[in-house]
């Protein structure tokens, strides 16, 4: 049995429904190569534990020097022990590249000469994934700059419209909406509220994402007298019905905690998940698709999707994503919701982190589902292979497909 949940996890092409990725079209926005890789933000954080360097001195550094720093200080002067260490050496090890050297020159190179397009069909492979959802943010002046110059969709990068900019920091960010034609104001009137449907149903046109989304803090309250509350409920969420798109909420971010040590600066803290409740409750029509980074808010929102079909659990989101707490919340999902959640999403920010946050999390889901059904044996059923296949297709596909329309 152990064997064929393995081959089928293995063999079933899955759906990362939530990344940072982009296609060649996107040009510099599209991360990848062994620079990026080894700065990513979660090994930065894990270099400045390691390192004597100051955040600053880092900061001022070339990308392919602070490569190199943290190439010596976590591989070369430590054992990279940790999830997000391991994950450079996997991927390393999968382009067949020696992970134990003292500088980066044949990763270098090897990366060099990929042609870029032969890399992404070969890595996507490697991660056994045929489907991958980008983040866009509409006013992000580059990304902007790139859809409305049209460019060319890659169907294997869909997108999904991304609104913590117009929800979080309205204040600052008006008046670019009414610079590209929309009458808003700062005091969040009607008149705003209906103009920002208008915008959010115009990039729904350009960009075709299959939900929107947005982070909010471990303080997100609902309803509340704040300026994200109105925006959500009085444009975001009619949008969203009236565009037939889930909205995902991933909760429990307390950014920039340490402004520091930039994009690795941020934290997380419990949320009050009675929010979520009161969404769930007042929005039947709509449907919501719920990460939460918080370990202690993983089993209210078990708890809550045994109340509301309208709400899909899914992921083990950035801090979480480590083997033993990715066991730990898919067991307790599998026992309170059986195979009605999306147990995992990458959040890769560079492409080939595809390949060691998928293989894992294929590792990890083998023991828990393995363990699942030999119960499921013992308890009288007979588990067969096609019964394990439309479960892991469910589970990594038919779920997202439902909820997104997604064919
Ligand atoms: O996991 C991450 O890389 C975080 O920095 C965030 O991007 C987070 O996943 C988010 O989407 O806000
Ligand atoms: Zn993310």
Known sequence: MQMVVEKVLDTT??????????????????????DELLTYHYLEAEFFRSSEMSPEAYFQLSKPKQAEAIWKALFVENSPISEATRGVVAVLRAFGLPTDTPDLREARAFFRKQNLENH???????????????????????????????????????????????????PTQWQQLQALGYAVDAQVSDKSMVEVRRFLASWHQRMAPLYMAVSLPDTFQFPDETICSRILSVAVLPACCELRMPVALMIGVRRQVNPRIRLAGDGVGR????????????????RFLVTVLSRENQYELCVLARKFNNLMPFGC??????????????????????????????????????????????????????????LLARDGRPVHREDIERDVKRLFRGNFQKWTGLA
């Open 13 to 34: 092409k899955f759906i990362d429904i939530h990344t940072h990725l982009f296609p060649r079209a996107f040009g510099k926005l599209g991360l990848w190569g062994i």
């Open 120 to 170: 992404v069909k070969q890595t996507l492979n490697l991660a056994g994934v045929d489907s991958v959802v980008m983040t866009n943010d509409p006013l992000d002046p580059e990304e902007q700059r790139i859809w409305m110059s049209g460019a060319e969709p890659d169907p294997r990068f869909r997108s999904a419209l991304r609104l913590d900019r117009i929800l979080h920091d309205w």
């Open 271 to 286: 949320a009050d998940l009675q929010a979520l409740e009161n969404l769930c409750r007042t929005y039947p029509e709509n």
């Open 317 to 374: 989101w950035w801090f979480l994503n480590t083997p033993s707490i990715v066991e730990e919340i898919s067991r307790e999902r599998i026992e309170m919701l059986g195979t009605s959640f999306i147990p995992q999403h990458s959040d890769a920010r560079v492409l080939e982190q595809l390949i060691y946050k998928w293989r894992n999390t294929r590792v990890t889901m083998a023991k828990v589902l393995g363990d699942t059904y030999r």
